[in-house]
């Protein structure tokens, strides 16, 4: 998903808080924030995943190398599903501000 779309996506939630009426409320505007900020973190994970690859290689005592997933890869799931539950958070104040 590239950085227009996240924009994109952005206005279109800004969008559907101001026509609900919500756009000033505090729990609004906080969680949304939130949700900015995973969605860079996101970005970063992903990136960074592209750059070095899924897995990454640890070496031990005596030079021995043993091969593991990348913790990037954990935290991007780890962000996924708080980004979902944020979303979802957001989704709640918006339906039941009034």
Do not use: C, W
């Not at 924009?7 to 969680?31: H, L």
């Not at 640890?58 to 944020?86: F, H, I, M, Q």
């Not at 979303?87 to 918006?94: E, G, Q, S, Y």
């Amino acid at each position: 998903m590239g950085k227009k779309s996240l924009k994109k996506q952005a206005k279109e939630i800004i969008k559907i808080a101001e026509e609900s009426g919500v756009q000033s409320n505090y729990f609004f505007i906080t969680t949304f924030e939130r949700y900015q900020v995973q969605i860079k973190i996101l970005e970063d994970l992903k990136a960074s995943i592209e750059k070095d690859g899924m897995l990454v290689t640890k070496e031990y005592v005596k030079g021995r190398k043993n091969l593991y997933s990348s913790p990037a890869v954990k935290d991007y799931n780890a962000t996924t599903d708080s980004a979902n539950r944020t979303v979802a958070t957001l989704m709640k104040i918006i339906k039941n501000y009034n």
